[in-house]
Nanobody, 128 residues
């Protein structure tokens, strides 16, 4: 059974950086594409970024392009989201999720229903 655990959230000032981690267990390496999603209070959950199984393809929401970077280490079953130049609008609970995509070279960032496994989330707060 696939399990995902996020970590690395916290409180940071505007302009600061955080690195989120997503640890996967119960799977073989590169079995799933991984996406990062976030949900702010009173808003719908939205896709932030995704990375394909072989790490050859990444996608980003327009709101985070140029500021966030996703990566994965299949040997360690880890996926990371480096977040730079953080803004108050980035405040949300961040979730990683897994999509069993038969194509190991693509991922989909704007389709929550593709992702069948979710972590419990980690809070990111950006405030001065």
């Amino acid at each position: 059974q696939l399990q995902l655990v996020e970590s690395g959230g916290g409180l940071v000032q505007p302009g600061g950086s955080l690195r989120l981690s997503c640890a996967a267990s119960g799977v073989t390496r590169d079995s799933y594409a991984i996406g990062w999603f976030r949900q702010a209070p009173g808003k719908e959950r939205e896709g932030v970024s995704c990375i394909s199984r072989r790490a050859t393809n990444t996608k980003y929401a327009d709101s985070v392009k140029g500021r966030f970077a996703i990566s994965r280490d299949n040997a360690k079953n880890m996926v990371y989201l480096q977040m730079n130049s953080l803004k108050p609008d980035d405040t949300a609970v961040y979730y990683c999720a897994a999509d069993w995509n038969p194509n190991p070279y693509i991922c989909v960032v704007n389709s929550l229903e593709r992702y069948g496994y979710w972590g419990q989330g980690t809070q990111v707060s950006v405030s001065s």
